[in-house]
Structure formats: structure tokens, C-alpha cells
């Protein structure tokens, strides 16, 4: 289970970083648990998950009495995005590969089990069987963009400082997302055949600025505003995600990619607006006390790591 973490324009402190947290990422990734897909209700349903302790996670556990009860949401059967039951003689998938039909079913963990032609979650057991409310059996891939800058006094322009850590405040953009209410990163599914880096930056711009309502020359005029701005980023995290609608045979990966905005001046002067499956959007302080959606608060540490900023 192995994590990257790298830049795209290198520089010998980014590099003793990158290697100094990869080794770190590996050894947490081993480690943990996942625990926001265990021991609840399955979001959008009434199916409970069957409890799963923390000594039963592991696949290598036997364990006689796991029997899970099955869930795909009616809301994820004959969609586009989404596979056919896996029973359908017409589906045959290419497991650990990429597929004919740009459907990426490789893993950033590195190849995944198939147990009596299902694949296996790599983190365990989540007390649910089926698809639940995701679209592919096995890996379903997404992209998180991160879009920080300093904040800065309204009078002077000079970052602010907190006064405890003496560290500076970075903030970052954040949405509040429809089905659970909750703050998150504005990010969003990869698509098939889609390259990730193009997905970071349709999903802010669909999310965090409300592309879909502009007309076709608006849209085109905002993406080539912030190709540059996207073109340059840190990797911060490559992996499993521990999110609440992972089950026993699908599970959320993600690419996490941090976009900073050093002067404040670029990212700063559009408007933000909340759009598709966001309610809202705004700049956040960013700190320990921020709660967000599945793993994002992880991914965030590592931005503050990175910055040397207020946590």
C-alpha cells in the first residue's frame, strides 16, 4: 500500500520532503483503519451495516459468522457511469487493468483480490456487500483539488499570523456538500477515459465556480484562465479513502492535488460560487479544528505540513 508524494516542478527541499513523507504515508497507510465505512447505517438507506470490530477488519481473520447483508442503491442500477450486476453474463471485466472501454479498474494500492469473481475492499471488511451507492465494482476513482492561499489582513495585505503558533494561516476552498451537509473538498469522480489532472480542475470549476450555469464562451473563458494556475501542483495523497459509502467489493480512491496561490492574486479575484453538488463554497481557515467530509481533514495535515502553516 504505497503512497506518492511529489512535485511537479522539484526543488531539493521538495525532494528530502516528498521521501521523508512517503516513508511516513506508507507506514500510516499499513496501519489504520478504515471507520467512517463500519458499524452504521448505510448512507441514503435503512441497511445496516453488520457490526465489524476492530480485530475483524482484516480479511486474514477468519471469521465464520461474517455474513453481510447485500446493498446496491436503486439509484446506482442502469446508469451510465455505473456497472451491471455482476452476475450479468455480458460483463467481463478486466480486474486490476484498463479496461476496452476506458473504465480504469487498476488500484493506486497495487493489484486487489477477486474472491468468487468479486473484488475485495484491500482495507477490509465493511460490514456491507454490493455496490451500495457507488458506480464501479472495485476501485472508483476521484480527484480532489486543493486551492489554498495566505490570509491576509483586509487593511494591509500582509499574511496574518496566529498568535499561539506564531505560524502563518492558510486557507483553502471548501464546499458544503448537498447529500450530507457536510464541508468538503470540491472535488468530484474521475471520468472514463478522463486524464486526472483534467478532473481536478472540472470539478473546481463546476463545484467552486458554477461553470455548468455559464454559457459555452463563459466556461471556456474560466478554463483557460485557470489552466496555468492547474498545471503546476503538489501530489499530496494517492490512495484509499476512507469514505462512508465504501463497501466490501467498492471502494473510493483518490488523487489529491494541492494548488496554492502564493500572492493571493490569481485564484483570490474570481468569484467563488457554489455549483452542481455543492450548496455552498468559501474559503476556510485551516486548522485542527476543521471537520470535513471522509478523509479530507488527512489530506489537508499534509498541505499544512508542506506550508509550514498554523495547524
Known amino acids: ?9 522539484q526543488t531539493a527541499t521538495a525532494k528530502t520532503f516528498n521521501i521523508q513523507m512517503s516513508f ?24 445496516s451495516r453488520q457490526a465489524v470490530p476492530d480485530d475483524k477488519v482484516s480479511w486474514d481473520v477468519e471469521w465464520d459468522d461474517y455474513n453481510p447483508p447485500k446493498h446496491t442503491a436503486f439509484s446506482a442500477i442502469n446508469k451510465p457511469w455505473a456497472d451491471p450486476d455482476i452476475q450479468d453474463p455480458t460483463f467481463c471485466p478486466k480486474w486490476n487493468a484498463l ?6 479498474r487498476r488500484s493506486h494500492l497495487g493489484p486487489y483480490k477477486i474472491v468468487n469473481n468479486f473484488p475485495q475492499n484491500p482495507f477490509g471488511r465493511t460490514g456491507i ?9 472495485g476501485p472508483n476513482h476521484a480527484a480532489d483539488p486543493i486551492v489554498t492561499r495566505w490570509k491576509r489582513d483586509k487593511d494591509d495585505g500582509n499574511v496574518l499570523v496566529d498568535k499561539l503558533t506564531n505560524l502563518p494561516v492558510i486557507q483553502f476552498v471548501a464546499i458544503q456538500r448537498r447529500d450530507t451537509k457536510e464541508w468538503a473538498l470540491p472535488g468530484g469522480m474521475v471520468d472514463s477515459g478522463e486524464v486526472f489532472s483534467k478532473t481536478l480542475q472540472r470539478e473546481f470549476e463546476e463545484e467552486a465556480m458554477n461553470s455548468i450555469e455559464m454559457s459555452s464562451e463563459q466556461r471556456l473563458e474560466l478554463h483557460t484562465q485557470l489552466k496555468q494556475f492547474f498545471s503546476q501542483g503538489i501530489e499530496v495523497y494517492r490512495g484509499y479513502i476512507d469514505d462512508p459509502r465504501n463497501t466490501d467489493n467498492s471502494w473510493m480512491e483518490t488523487i489529491a492535488m494541492n494548488f496554492h496561490d502564493e500572492t493571493g492574486t490569481f485564484v483570490g479575484r474570481f468569484q467563488l460560487c457554489a455549483g452542481d453538488d455543492a450548496a455552498k463554497v468559501q474559503w476556510m481557515d485551516l ?10 481533514s488527512d489530506f489537508l495535515q499534509k498541505v499544512v505540513q508542506y506550508h509550514k502553516s498554523h495547524w
Open 99 to 104: 479496461n476496452g472501454d476506458q473504465v480504469d
Open 287 to 296: 486548522n485542527q479544528s476543521v471537520r470535513l467530509y471522509a478523509s479530507h
Open 24 to 47: 511516513a504515508f506508507q507506514q500510516q497507510q499499513m496501519t489504520c483503519l478504515h471507520h467512517k465505512c463500519r458499524n452504521c447505517l448505510y448512507p441514503q438507506s435503512t441497511v
Open 129 to 137: 456487500f454490493g455496490r451500495g451507492l457507488l458506480g464501479r465494482w
Open 1 to 9: 500500500m504505497f503512497i506518492t508524494f511529489h512535485r511537479f516542478v
